[in-house]
């Protein structure tokens, strides 16, 4: 117990430091431990409480049971995978008859404990069988045929040989013909004294000599290959057993039907709801749970037995029998289930039973955020045991995050090899790039794949909001005005009004908790409209002589960059926070500063969209150049054909700056600009520049020929390669598809050169 404990101080202590470092902003105060004494105090309660109710009974009913590890597990523990096996087909012969029913099987070993053969009542083929005796083979017990619904009529033989103690259905089936229940395995996985001369094997030895002695007896009539599922140990991976055992269980029925009802009445709601059907099939069709565990530390039951044969369950630990006064009293050697601890956890770590301050103030919680592979394990049992216990449900919302996958989309797994240790990237790249690169563009309860490529983009936008960060601090000197008594500019009243909308569209986002769309919709803005647009706009006045507008522009940087960074914080909370303390008059830290909210005023709708027009004309004329080949610091002329003169001309010197434009001139039509011009519609205006200013005529025409001359090559090797009929014989589908792509591609290419020498 000591170095149980010793291991959980050093690996429990390093969980904590992961989750610090990665910025999750937990009261550590407050931090609690399922074996704490406060939370032991809890589960005791409860289990206190469900016995008191008969909701906790102890029997022998079919558990799963895991031989190497030597403990039942509960339904939602066994993992399911697709194994290969076989079906061995056995003749099992009727008493003093020549005839025989054919069973198949994919458990041979476990025919040592079958204590009858059932056929479905309306498969006329084994009508005349019904209530007459087989012979067990090897055995020798005689065993009845039964008829019962449960038989499939078209699977198999239509036959099925019935083990009550090593199947759950077959449990069922010998419940309703009152059959006798025989288990032939012990706790390693070893046939036991039931199972006659195979007692001692190991079960897959004993299948193989069972298997090996039909055969001898003439009673194997075939094997087929057969691959079905097969439940897994969750802790081990080893093969389940199916076993009749003396355990404790909760009757799960009255406790199922509330956690139900609860989210069909959207007292609880999951996001995305599709989760809620996950939820509702467990809980639907949920057995007893199996709550007691064959391990050496957890939760002890809280039930002890006298000499007397009187079974005392207690919240503290008894000294006497309340029956005949005796002091000889033995603990129940299990131990709890650990996720009976963990249902408990919305209340147990706020002081449940006791009606703490806490408990009134946090129970019941908000939000529960967890992966949808934990939802029948967790998520259920807090709910059904929150309105047990308390008459209200744990949380209001249910926040279904998705699976991290390596990058070629698999669950990571030690058996892969393919984990990621958090703190390793965090080394790299920082906690903030690895918070963000994980929530850009996720959907709510996807699965999303980690690259190192997310992380450097992430990083990558992180360094951009530092760098702009410095750029307005940096300037930042002597007294900066409040934005009300400000007299904007039409560029502060667009990247003012793009803040108010991103703060309605990310707050709207995180309401519905759709945090990856809340990411895009914030990296857009302060990559493009603040970093690369408003901080450009805004040089002209923070370099030039007019003190008072250079001022105001400072007033707006750090306006929008303020609510940017209390915006970002969730995402990326540490470089948020340490640039906060270098805003001007701040004091006190971001987490505590009040979340930006959308303000009408500032909305400027319709200013903000005549000042896209002009952002429009010059990302229009940047792409002109672009087209050919122009470097941007290259100045032209602009001809401008447009009605919103005057938009344009309140915003020249920006257009000049930022377009790379030496003049604009407004004309009628695109006569006006001449003859030679390249020309392009942008949403306030029909552009038009000299072709002579924007290339070299002459070095451009020479450079289209020779790039011509290279495609047409290009043509006629993927041509002549396409024409050769070995090359498509041959040659692998992918190889022969791509070089049609190729081939298409290289064709759009020629034809859009040809196009631009004849405008030249």
Known sequence: MERAWAWKEQYGGRIIEQLKKLGCSCDWDRLAFTMDERCSSAVREAFCRLYEKGLIYRGSRIINWCPDCRTALSDEE?????????????????????????????????????????????????????????ILPIVGREIPVVADE????????????????????????????????????????????????????????????????MKALGLLEKIEPHAHNVGHCHRCNATIEPLVSKQWFVKMAPLAKPAIDAVVKNKTKFTPDRFAKIYFNWLENIRDWCISRQLWWGHRIPVWYCECGETVCSRETPSVCPKCGGTHLTQDEDCLDTWFSSALWPFSTLGWPEETADFKYFYPTDVLVTGYDII?????????????????????????????????????????????????????????????????????????????????????FINKVWNASRFVLMNAKGPIPKIEDIKLQPAD???????????????????????????????DFMWDDFCDWYIELSKPALYGEDKERKRAALGVLLFVLDSALRLLHPFIPFVTEEIYSYLPGKRGSIITADFPRYNTRLSYKKEA?????????????????????????????????????????????????????????????????GEKTVSQVSEIAHIFVPLGELVNLEEERARLEKELERVEGEIARAGGKLANNNFIAKAPKKVVDDERAKLEKYIDMKQKIEKQLKEL
């Open 78 to 134: 066994v993992v399911y995978s697709e194994d290969k096996g076989n079906f061995w087909y056995f003749r099992y012969p009727v008493k003093d008859s020549e005839e025989f029913i054919t069973i198949a099987t994919t458990r041979p070993e476990t025919m040592l404990g079958d204590t009858a053969v059932a056929v479905n009542p309306s498969d006329g083929r084994y009508a005349s069988l019904v209530g007459k005796t087989l």
């Open 609 to 673: 969209k005549a000042f896209e027009g002009v952002i429009d004309l010059i990302k229009t004329v940047r792409a002109m150049k672009v087209a050919v080949n122009c470097p941007p610091a290259k100045k032209v002329r602009l001809f401008l054909v447009t009605d919103q003169k005057r938009l344009v001309c309140v915003n020249k010197s920006s257009v000049l700056r930022l377009a790379g434009a030496s003049e604009i001139e407004f004309v009628a039509s695109g006569a006006e600009a």
């Open 493 to 523: 009243r667009w990247i003012i009004s793009r803040l108010q909308s991103t703060i309605r569209e990310v707050t709207v986002s995180m309401q519905k908790y759709d945090l990856g769309i809340a990411a895009v919709k914030l990296t």
């Open 150 to 213: 449960y038989v499939d009529i078209g699977f198999g033989t239509g036959a099925v040989k019935i083990t009550p103690a090593h199947d759950p259905n077959d449990f069922e089936v010998g419940l309703r013909h009152n059959l006798p229940m025989i288990r032939i395995l012990n706790d390693d996985g070893t046939i036991g004294e039931q199972g006659g001369k195979f007692a001692g094997q190991d079960r897959y030895e004993a299948r193989k000599n069972i298997v090996a002695e």
């Open 376 to 460: 029948p394990f967790w998520v259920m049992r807090m709910m059904f045991s929150g309105i047990e216990y308390t008459g209200k449900v744990p949380f209001r919302d249910v926040l279904i995050h998705g699976l991290v996958r390596d990058e070629q989309g698999r669950k990571m797994s030690k058996s892969l090899g393919n984990g990621i240790d958090p703190l390793e990237i965090i080394d790299k790249y920082g906690a903030d790039s690895l918070r963000l690169s994980l929530l850009t563009g996720v959907a709510p309860g996807n699965d999303t794949r980690f690259t190192d490529a997310k992380v450097e983009a992430a990083r990558n």
